[in-house]
């Protein structure tokens, strides 16, 4: 998948350039939230772009910020945005870009109802981040060089007020539109022609990119399978174990597609009824 939405691309290097600067630009909030559905390619696209600009990242997943430790969560984006400060101070002295990516920031600090107790470490770590986006400059009292944090999640009508206002955060949806998704998928699926994608996309309108992705997988896996059973799981595994990898077709068709879909997304509407309250 190598197609990034122009949209997507041009809220993100604004977003770089406006903190970046040696004069942070006065109308740029430290914090740019980009969000919109699951499965939809948000973390992809960010981590394509961060790496078309040569830009230091310092990843921080949702997971990361739960802890048993009062205080680690916050600590540890404190030492991601110090990282990433002293990445943009480069031998030469020419400012390197540099960006703190916090994904599925929602997962760790969203209010998700009464069946989530709110935490301290909740408190700490919204609190972190709004020092940041307030004081961008300074950090446990030590000058630092500014840094752009980019965060991403699903809903982020569940976190703080305050933390997403004006000034603070600017935020930018992801919700790619038929002509977004169809540029994306003929990335996901070289091998076809524009008229067999949106034939492909027409037939599950409203599944996530993810989807499609997890289709070509699906497609591999019964090429592989059939591998497996021309020579055998032992041998395989023997083969495998001595660096030897089979040679499995790459390229699919769109009735190889079409037949294991219908499949894949039942499978889908399993794990969504395993996920509801």
């Not at 961008?136 to 809903?155: C, Y």
């Not at 055998?232 to 495998?240: K, N």
Request: glycine share 8%; net charge negative.
């Amino acid at each position: 998948m190598t197609y990034i939405a122009p949209r997507l691309r041009r809220a993100l290097a604004l977003h770089l350039f406006k903190n970046l600067g040696p004069r942070p630009d006065r109308h740029g909030a430290l914090l740019l939230g980009v969000h919109g559905p699951a499965g939809e390619g948000k973390t992809y696209q960010c981590a394509q772009v961060f790496e078309e600009i040569g830009a230091h990242v310092e990843y921080v997943s949702g997971g990361e910020l739960e802890s048993r430790d009062a205080g680690e969560p916050a600590e540890l984006i404190r030492r991601a945005y110090e990282r990433a400060s002293d990445a943009r101070r480069s031998p030469s002295g020419i400012a390197a870009p540099a960006v703190v990516f916090v994904n599925d920031v929602d997962a760790a600090i969203g209010d998700w109802g009464p069946q989530v107790q709110y935490t301290v470490n909740r408190q700490n770590i919204i609190g972190e981040l709004m020092h940041l986006a307030d004081f961008p400059e300074t950090v446990r009292n030590n000058p630092v060089a500014r840094v752009p944090i980019v965060l991403t999640g699903n809903d982020f009508t569940k976190l703080y007020g305050p933390l997403v206002r004006f000034g603070r955060m600017t935020l930018f949806e992801w919700t790619p539109d038929k002509r977004e998704k169809l540029l994306v998928l003929q990335g996901v699926y070289p091998e076809l022609s524009p008229t067999e994608v949106g034939t492909l996309l027409d037939e599950y309108p409203d599944q996530p990119i993810a989807f499609f992705t997890s289709l070509r997988a699906a497609v591999h896996d019964d090429a592989l399978w059939r591998h497996l059973e021309a020579v055998g799981v032992p041998r395989a595994l023997t083969d495998l174990s001595y660096g030897r990898v089979p040679r499995t077709a790459t390229a699919t068709s769109l009735p190889d597609l079409l037949r294991v879909a219908g499949d894949l997304a039942r499978s889908q509407t399993v794990h969504s009824h395993l996920q509801e309250p």
